[in-house]
């Protein structure tokens, strides 16, 4: 992979999306940001980046719009040139609550949004950057969950096996295309001080956590680098957990 950096950060408006946005603009890489319905905070985290001095661009897309996906990649490759990096961010919980009390539609919108929707980025980046048809190679990052590993009763069992399907798709995915130049990973967070974890959620769950707190999207973004850079050229289908332990 050489040239131009140039990196897709779905759900790219708040949390980890917006700190991975900045934290990669500050080492180089073009960034192309989406969000569904916060434009104004998508286009903070553009003027923020922009007035550092680096590029970046916000464009609206549903996460399972096949044409959204396309037009997502098409912005990036005008503005910047062929996308080398995906980070598979957004995602919703679907409100805490036991799964005898969800509708067919809530479990519906988060494997929607939580896996399908990852696929399918990740298919659209797979089809660009593979060296066998002419692309440039790259790294996928697919955000999980230590929530997968901990099951979520009582409140979010859904995300927690839509992050379980994520893991999967990354184990699968890696050794697809590995021989295509393109590296797929898994960075999983354990709690994180975002708008899905509000404060009577974190301060009931610190406790549990070894290093005794939640994580700040910072944290996760430097790891999420770390995996996207050359110093992880060997790292294929890993799951990274990034949980303080817990």
Request: with cysteine; net charge neutral; glycine share 14%.
């Amino acid at each position: 992979m050489t040239g131009t950096r140039v990196l897709v950060i779905t759900g790219g408006s708040r949390g980890i999306g917006a700190a991975t946005a900045r934290l990669a603009a500050s080492e180089g890489w073009q960034v192309v940001l989406t969000y569904r319905a916060r434009a104004d905070e998508a286009e903070g985290v553009v003027q923020a980046i922009t007035r550092g001095g680096g590029k970046a661009l916000a464009v609206q897309a549903e996460a399972c719009s096949e044409a959204d996906i396309a037009r997502v990649f098409d912005r990036a490759e005008a503005a910047y040139g062929p996308v080398t990096g995906l980070v598979n961010n957004a995602g919703i919980d679907g409100g805490p609550r036991p799964l005898a009390d969800m509708t067919i539609e809530e479990l519906r919108q988060v494997l929607d949004t939580n896996v399908l929707g990852p696929m399918l980025f990740s298919r659209e980046a797979v089809r660009r950057m593979r060296t066998d048809r002419g692309g440039p190679g790259g790294a996928i990052v697919n955000l999980g969950s230590v929530a997968a590993r901990l099951g979520a009763p009582g409140e979010r069992v859904h995300y927690a096996a839509s992050k379980g399907a994520i893991a999967s798709f990354t184990t699968g995915l890696a050794k697809e295309v590995a021989g295509l130049g393109i590296r797929v990973n898994c960075v999983t967070p354990g709690l994180t001080v975002t708008e899905m974890n509000p404060p009577d959620r974190i301060a009931r769950i610190t406790p549990t956590i070894p290093i005794g707190r939640p994580a700040e999207p910072q944290e996760l973004a430097e790891v999420i680098l770390f995996t996207l850079s050359p110093r992880a050229s060997y790292m294929v289908g890993a799951e990274i957990l990034v949980s303080g332990g817990r």
